[in-house]
């Protein structure tokens, strides 16, 4: 079975530029999560999204956004490109939303701005 | 809110020792659960064991156990017969209402041969 995908690996932009990630979850998976691990600061809840829909958002400017496609696959969008954006982007998927169900990590996008 | 404490930045274990990585958390919630990960150098997140808050067995995966103490609000992972493969970063997290899942800063463990 295909775990969680990814893509690209490795993302250059310029300060100002947009970057567009996305994500494929496990087949049968509904709900994905997008996370933001920066050096030094640990995971930081970005997003998620089950049936399309916008669940929750975490702690971050309206710059961060996404959206969810009717095959569950996912795209996290980043307007306006800081330095501070800079990090690792991991997507995880889940079987519908809830407590009981473990999130499945994919291998995450390294956003570089310069 | 809930926070996740991982007090130690990074520890160190022989090869086929037992090592010990600590978690506290904080919240106000009855019900939810507790997770640690494992980030190795490829990047990937693996999640090693899960613990139900409503449940008063530690969970255990082969060679990977929790002592679950819900009144102290403490998570530790314990591992024994350390391999080299266990390297890698540590990571509890807590998960609750509106699915979002908090981690601690985690704990660099290097197993030496």
């Known amino acids: 079975e295909a775990g969680v995908t990814q893509s690209p690996t490795h993302l250059i932009k310029t300060r100002g530029q947009q970057a567009t990630l996305r994500c494929s979850p496990i087949s049968g998976h509904t709900s994905v999560y997008w996370y933001q691990q920066a050096l030094g600061l640990g995971l930081q809840f970005l997003l998620w999204y089950d049936e399309g829909e916008e669940r929750n958002r975490g702690n971050f400017p309206p710059r961060f956004s996404g959206r969810q496609f009717p095959n569950y696959s996912s795209e996290l969008n980043v307007n306006a490109l800081e330095l501070e954006d800079s990090a690792l982007y991991l997507c995880?998927?889940?079987?519908?939303?809830?407590?009981?169900?473990?999130?499945?990590f994919g291998p995450g996008t390294r956003l570089t701005v310069t | 809110a809930q926070t996740v404490t991982q007090s130690q930045p990074e520890m160190s274990v022989q090869e086929a020792e037992t090592v010990t990585l600590s978690c506290t958390y904080d919240?106000?919630?009855?019900?939810?659960?507790l997770f640690w990960y494992k980030q190795p150098p490829s990047r990937q997140m693996i999640l090693v064991i899960r613990q139900e808050a409503y449940k008063q067995q530690n969970a255990t995966e082969n060679r990977f156990s929790v002592n679950f103490q819900k009144a102290a609000k403490s998570f530790s992972l314990k591992i024994s017969d350390s391999q080299l493969g266990d390297t890698a970063m540590y990571f509890c997290a807590f998960l609750a209402g509106n699915n979002d899942m908090r981690f601690g800063a985690g704990t660099r463990l290097t197993v030496k041969p």
């Open positions: 919240t106000s919630e009855n019900n939810y659960y």
């Open positions: 995880a998927s889940s079987l519908a939303g809830g407590r009981r169900n473990e999130q499945y």
